[in-house]
């Protein structure tokens, strides 16, 4: 197994394109990071200039997770391009069954691809991330990481990612023809970040929903002492919008997802880049709040209750701690990885390689 471990990582040192990925993530986000530096440092009011900088800690600390954190959606289909180039060449070029011949098992086989490509991929995301934060120092945009804090949120990004080396890995190694891996591993990459976009949005617990309708019940129990009310009024407002309202059909078909898989964690965690300033919440929080959703649904529809972030703060459902969701995402990846591995394992190890 050692000795197979010394090849393939010998193997991908010695790799032009593993190179030309780490110089890209290396090369992007400083370049990145110099351009948010000249958005927000141009002055046109008198001519062309630059202005210095000048924007608070928590803006800074923003910043470095986004551009910091980047690394999930940019560098999977690249990832998965290296993946396939790489281990496709195994096939074609006789290695696997040289390796064969040499004694050595499948699960060393296998097991020496998933550890290198995995390291690889670990790799290039810690290139990613300090890259960053080198182009946004030299920017002179500046860099915060929440007294370290960041650091647990960006091991737990690099385990998300993992879950699509180790896919990658399993395609690269079932099918013996490149072109049909490059083909679903580049799919798989390009399709994340659009299923992460619609599944993460529907993150909200059923259990937050029970809550919410509860308080708001004691406040249309209060309207109706005050005379603001009656209870036929309160009772068709509850049925009107009850908590079908607030989770239909698609929440009821994409919350499971959510749940089982990590597959939301650029949602939950602001890492779609470029979104996560439009979406206007454009702040590095330490909890996931949901009671935002439910005061804006109240503000724009008819339900009249009166019910305040106030209320909603002691609400254990309402919030979920970045503390909390780290070890929930571990976990998930960390399962599907085994899942994804193991099943990619059966077909290996039963697939004809001469």
């Not at 890492?271 to 724009?300: C, H, K, P, R, W």
């Not at 599907?336 to 190890?349: L, P, Q, T």
Request: one cysteine or more; glycine letters at 8%.
């Amino acid at each position: 197994m050692l000795k197979l471990l010394r090849f393939e990582f010998r193997r991908i040192i010695k790799s032009v394109f593993f190179w030309i990925v780490a110089a890209y993530s290396f090369v992007w986000p400083v370049l990145t990071a110099l351009f948010y530096a000249a958005l927000m440092s141009l002055d046109l009011e008198d001519g062309i200039k630059f202005n210095p900088i000048n924007i608070s800690q928590d803006e800074v600390t923003f910043l470095t997770w986004m551009l910091s954190v980047a690394f999930i959606t940019e560098l999977p289909k690249f990832v998965a391009l290296f993946t396939c180039l790489h281990l496709g060449r195994d096939y074609t070029d006789g290695i696997v069954r040289n390796k064969i011949i040499a004694g050595h098992s499948r699960g060393e086989i296998y097991g020496s691809y998933m550890i290198t490509q995995i390291a690889a991929s670990v790799f290039l995301c810690i290139v990613y991330i300090f890259s960053s934060m080198f182009g946004l120092w030299v920017s002179g945009i500046g860099v915060g990481v929440n007294g370290g804090e960041m650091f647990a949120r960006f091991g737990v990004a690099i385990v998300v990612f993992l879950v699509m080396t180790v896919s990658f890995v399993v395609l690269s190694l079932i099918f013996r023809r490149r072109a049909l891996p490059v083909i679903l591993c580049i799919l798989i990459a390009i399709m994340s970040n659009a299923a992460a976009a619609v599944i993460g949005s529907f993150n909200t617990p059923g259990k937050a929903v029970d809550d919410y309708i509860r308080v708001r019940h004691e406040n249309y129990e209060e309207m109706i002492e005050a005379g603001m009310l009656d209870e036929d009024d309160v009772e068709d407002l509850e049925d009107e919008y009850d908590k079908d309202s607030f989770l239909g059909v698609a929440w009821k078909i994409f919350h499971p997802v959510y749940v089982v898989s990590p597959i939301g964690f650029e949602g939950d965690y602001q890492a779609g880049g470029v979104t996560s300033l439009v979406s206007g919440s454009a702040e590095y929080a330490d909890e996931i709040d949901f009671s935002v959703n439910f005061i804006m649904q109240s503000m724009y529809s008819g339900d009249m209750s009166s019910v305040t972030p106030h209320d909603l703060k002691k609400v254990d459902s309402m919030h979920l701690t970045y503390a909390e969701n780290n070890l929930i995402y571990i976990g998930k990846s960390v399962a599907w990885m085994a899942v994804i591995g193991a099943w990619g394992f059966v077909i290996f190890r039963r697939k004809n390689l001469f």
